[in-house]
C-alpha cells in the first residue's frame, strides 16, 4: 500500500522537483523540495570512483578524456592494481575484505572530502545501489553519480519494486513477496505457486541470494543457503517467492532520465546466457525481436523509471517467453556490466552521460534522436574451470596478451600481466566487446578476437566462450537461460587427445626454446664438438627425446635434427618432418612458423617452468612437463586426507564433527570464495577422523579440510 500511495503522489507532482519520503511504516509522509536546483549546473573536475578492477579503469578512462580529475581507493590487497596506477590520487581505505575497505562508506567519504572530489562515482557492486551511501554523499554536498536514494531503496526491495511496477502498467510475475518469512510461509507460498520456483533475496543481484529450486524435496536446503548468500552479500536475508517460467529469456533495457524530466532508452540488451544464475555472454540487440516488440520494451523500462523519479544510468530487466510477452523482473539502479554493448550500438559513452546528468545538464540525446546501428557482443573473461562447475580461481596472471584492439573490438579489463586475481574479489579478468554491422558478422569476430586472447596461470573460460558462440542454436539466435545446461555436452565435450600435429608443434616450441637457451655457448654451429648438448655424439645425429603429459596421458616425440635446421619427430611408429622458426617473442610468448608434413601454420606457444601452453586458430592446448620420478618421491601427502579446498576461501559453516559416520556425496564443509558458496562433499562413504579448520579460517586451494577413513564399502562418486 506504502509503494502504491507513494507512485500516485509521484504522478501528481512530477515536474515539481520535490522527493516524496515514506517514513515510520506508511504512517508519516513527507513532502519536500529537493536541495538540488535542478536548473543549477555544477561542473565535476574531479571524482572519487569508490570501486575497483575494470570499472574503476572504465570510469577513469572517460573522465580523463573529459578532463576531470580522478581518485582511487583501494584495499591492501589492491596496492598494485592497474585502477590505482592510473589514477591521478590513491588512498588505501583497509583490509583486503570489501566489509573492511570497498563498503566502507565512511571512509571513502571522508577521503572524496580531503581529496577535493566533488563526485564519487560507485561503479556497479559494492556501493552503487546502497541507499543510505547515496543519501550520505548528498547530506555532505558530495555528488552521487547515480539515482536518488528513494529511487534505489524503491528499486532495491524486490517485493516494493513489484508493487510500484504494478501500480503503474508494468507487467509482473506475481509471486509471493510478503512480510512473514518463516520458513514455514515461504514453504507454504512456494506450494501455493508451485514448482519450479525461484527463491530470490530482495535486495538481491549478480545471482546473489538466488536459488532455483525444482522440486519440494529441494527447498529447505536451496533457502537456507539462499538466506546465508544474502546475508552475506546484502546484510539482508529478506526472501520472494516466484513461479519459474521454463527456458525463459532474459531482456533487460537500457535507460537513462535527467533532472529536466527527460528519459529514454537505449535499446535493448540480451542476457540470457548464463552459469550460476550470471550473465556470460550479452549481446545488442537481442535477436528476434521485432520492431514492435523493441519498442513495447523500451516504453515499459521509461515508465518503470520514471515511477520511481529516476535519474541517471538504469537498467530494467524483463523475463520473456517464447511468445515475446516480458514481465519486470528488477530494476538495476546503477551502470551494468554490460553497458559497452549499448555504447556499441548506439554510438554513445555511457559514462559520460552519467557525468553531464549529475552535473545537471540535460542528456545528450532525446529519444528521436538515439539510433539502432549493428550488432554487438560481450564476453565476459573469467578465472574459472569450466570443467569443474565453473569453480573460480585465484592467483597469479602469469602470461596475458590480449587481442588486437580496432575501432570495433574492445577490452575493458582492471588487471595486467603478472597481477593478481584476488580470492576477495569478483574473478573477471576482463570483458571483450566487438561489434560490426550484423549479428552473423559481429559473431565471427567475437570467436576470431577469443583465439587471440592468451592467458596462462589459471584455468580460464575462454575455450568454453569459444565453443558457446559457435554453437550452432546460438548462431541462429535460439538463446535462453537454460541454455548452458540444454547444451552442456556439447560446450564442455570430452577432450580429445593431442593430434600428431599438435604433438610436433609442441615438440618443436620446447626445443625451440631449449636451442635459444643455447646461444650463449662458445659457437652457434649446434654440430661443433664445443656446443653444449647433452647427449652429443661425434659423427651422429642428435636426438632428443620429449615427454609430454595431457589431461593425466603422456606422450613421448623423439625429435631428430636434421642438417638443413629441419627435424624428424617420431611418434608412435609415425615419422613426420617438421621445420619452424621463432618470427616474434614478446612478452613471454613466442609467435613460430611451422611446415609439419609440408603443412604450413603458424601458432604462439607459452613455456613454464612445469608447463608448455600452446594457442592455435582452432585451440588452446596445455600441455605438463612431467617431473622426474626422483623430484616426484619427494613431495608428501598427508596421511587419511580427504576432501580438499577447491580454491582459497573462508571457512562458512562444518556440516560434520570428528567421529562422525557420513555418505558418499553428504555435505562435509561450505566454504565462501569469490563472493559464492561452495559446498564441499564427501568423495566416499567414510568416518571423519578429524576436522582441520574452524568456521572463520582462511584457507589455501588444495588444503585438507577434513580428515576421513574410508568405510570397506565406501567407493568414491
Given at each position: 500500500m506504502a509503494a502504491l500511495l507513494r507512485s500516485k503522489l509521484r504522478s501528481l507532482f512530477r515536474g515539481r522537483n520535490i522527493d516524496i519520503i515514506h517514513k515510520n511504516r506508511g504512517v508519516d509522509w513527507v513532502i519536500c523540495a529537493r536541495r538540488w536546483n535542478s536548473h543549477q549546473v555544477q561542473p565535476i573536475t574531479k571524482v572519487l570512483i569508490a570501486n575497483r578492477g575494470e570499472i574503476a579503469c572504465r570510469v577513469m578512462n572517460t573522465a580523463r578524456r573529459l578532463g576531470i580529475q580522478t581518485v582511487a581507493v583501494y584495499s591492501d590487497a589492491d596496492k598494485h592494481s592497474r585502477h590505482v596506477a592510473m589514477a591521478d590520487e590513491a588512498y588505501n581505505i583497509g583490509p583486503p575484505p570489501a566489509q573492511q575497505s570497498y563498503l566502507r562508506y565512511d571512509e571513502i567519504l571522508s577521503r572524496a572530502r580531503s581529496s577535493g572530489a566533488q563526485a564519487v562515482h560507485p561503479g556497479y557492486g559494492f556501493l552503487s545501489e546502497n541507499a543510505?551511501?547515496?543519501?550520505?554523499?548528498q547530506e555532505q554536498?558530495?555528488?552521487?553519480?547515480?539515482?536518488?536514494a528513494q529511487a534505489i531503496r524503491d528499486m532495491g526491495i524486490k517485493s516494493t519494486s513489484k508493487a510500484i511496477m504494478s501500480a503503474a502498467g508494468v507487467p509482473i510475475i506475481h509471486g509471493y513477496h510478503g512480510d512473514d518469512q518463516s520458513d514455514a510461509r515461504l514453504k507454504e507460498e512456494?506450494?501455493?505457486i508451485g514448482f519450479p520456483v525461484m527463491i530470490k533475496a530482495v535486495r538481491g543481484g549478480g545471482g546473489k541470494g538466488m536459488r532455483l529450486c525444482m522440486t519440494e524435496g529441494e527447498f529447505e536446503?536451496?533457502?537456507?543457503?539462499?538466506?546465508?548468500?544474502a546475508m552475506k552479500s546484502f546484510n539482508d536475508d529478506v526472501m520472494l517467492i516466484e513461479k519459474y517460467i521454463i527456458t525463459p529469456r532474459h531482456v533487460e533495457v537500457q535507460v537513462f532520465c535527467d533532472h529536466h524530466d527527460n528519459a529514454v532508452y537505449l535499446f535493448e540488451r540480451d542476457c540470457s546466457v548464463q552459469r550460476r544464475h550470471q550473465k556470460i555472454i550479452e549481446e545488442a540487440p537481442a535477436p528476434g525481436i521485432d520492431s514492435a516488440v523493441r519498442q513495447r520494451l523500451g516504453e515499459a523500462a521509461v515508465k518503470a523509471a520514471q515511477a520511481v523519479n529516476y535519474v541517471g544510468a538504469g537498467t530494467v530487466e524483463f523475463i520473456m517467453d517464447s511468445q515475446h510477452d516480458f514481465y519486470f523482473m528488477e530494476m538495476n539502479t546503477r551502470l551494468q556490466v554490460e553497458h559497452p554493448v549499448t555504447e556499441m550500438i548506439t554510438g554513445t559513452d555511457l559514462v559520460e552521460w552519467q557525468f553531464k546528468v549529475a552535473s545537471g545538464e540535460r542528456l545528450p540525446l532525446l529519444q528521436p534522436d538515439i539510433t539502432l546501428s549493428g550488432h554487438s557482443f560481450e564476453a565476459r573473461v573469467y578465472a574459472e574451470d569450466p570443467r569443474n562447475d565453473f569453480l573460480p580461481g585465484a592467483g597469479p596472471l602469469l602470461h596475458l596478451t590480449p587481442p588486437t584492439l580496432d575501432a570495433d573490438t574492445r577490452v575493458e579489463t582492471g588487471v595486467r600481466q603478472g597481477d593478481e586475481v584476488s580470492v576477495h574479489y569478483d574473478p573477471m579478468i576482463a570483458k571483450l566487446v566487438v561489434w560490426s554491422k550484423d549479428r552473423s558478422t559481429a559473431l565471427n569476430k567475437l570467436i576470431s578476437k577469443l583465439r587471440e586472447y592468451h592467458i596462462v596461470g589459471l584455468n580460464t573460460n575462454l575455450e568454453f566462450l569459444c565453443n558457446l558462440a559457435m554453437h550452432p542454436q546460438f548462431q541462429s539466435g535460439d538463446v535462453h537461460t537454460d541454455f548452458i545446461p540444454q547444451h552442456e555436452g556439447e560446450l564442455l565435450p570430452t577432450l580429445r587427445p593431442p593430434g600428431s600435429d599438435d604433438l610436433c608443434r609442441a615438440a618443436l616450441a620446447l626445443t625451440l626454446t631449449q636451442d635459444n637457451k643455447q646461444q650463449s655457448t662458445l659457437t652457434t654451429d649446434r654440430y661443433s664438438p664445443f656446443h653444449s648438448f647433452k647427449g652429443f655424439v661425434t659423427n651422429s645425429s642428435m636426438s632428443r627425446t620429449i615427454k609430454l603429459q595431457y589431461h593425466n596421458t603422456d606422450y613421448e616425440v623423439n625429435v631428430t635434427y636434421n642438417r638443413d635446421g629441419s627435424y624428424q619427430m617420431k611418434i608412435g611408429d609415425d615419422t613426420h618432418h617438421v621445420e619452424g622458426r621463432v618470427c616474434e617473442n614478446v612478452g613471454g610468448r613466442s609467435e613460430v612458423v611451422a611446415?609439419?608434413?609440408?603443412v604450413k601454420c603458424g601458432y604462439h606457444y607459452v613455456p613454464d617452468t612445469h608447463s608448455l601452453h600452446l594457442f592455435t586458430k582452432d585451440a588452446m592446448l596445455h600441455f605438463t612437463l612431467p617431473e622426474p620420478a626422483y623430484v616426484r618421491s619427494t613431495h608428501s601427502v598427508p596421511e587419511g586426507s580427504g576432501a580438499e579446498a577447491p580454491m582459497a576461501g573462508v571457512i562458512e559453516k562444518l556440516h560434520v564433527q570428528e567421529g562422525e559416520e557420513v555418505e558418499a556425496g553428504q555435505p562435509l564443509v561450505v566454504m565462501i570464495?569469490?563472493?559464492?558458496?561452495h559446498t564441499i562433499r564427501s568423495p566416499a562413504r567414510c568416518v571423519v577422523n578429524k576436522v582441520l579448520y574452524n568456521v572463520g579460517d582462511s584457507v589455501q586451494r588444495g588444503e585438507p579440510l577434513v580428515q576421513?577413513?574410508?568405510?570397506?564399502?565406501?567407493s568414491a562418486e
Open positions: 543510505e551511501f547515496s543519501l550520505l554523499c554536498g558530495v555528488i552521487f553519480i547515480g539515482p536518488p512456494a506450494d501455493r536446503g536451496a533457502l537456507e543457503s539462499a538466506r546465508r548468500e611446415l609439419v608434413n609440408g570464495a569469490m563472493k559464492m558458496e576421513i577413513e574410508l568405510l570397506d564399502d565406501g
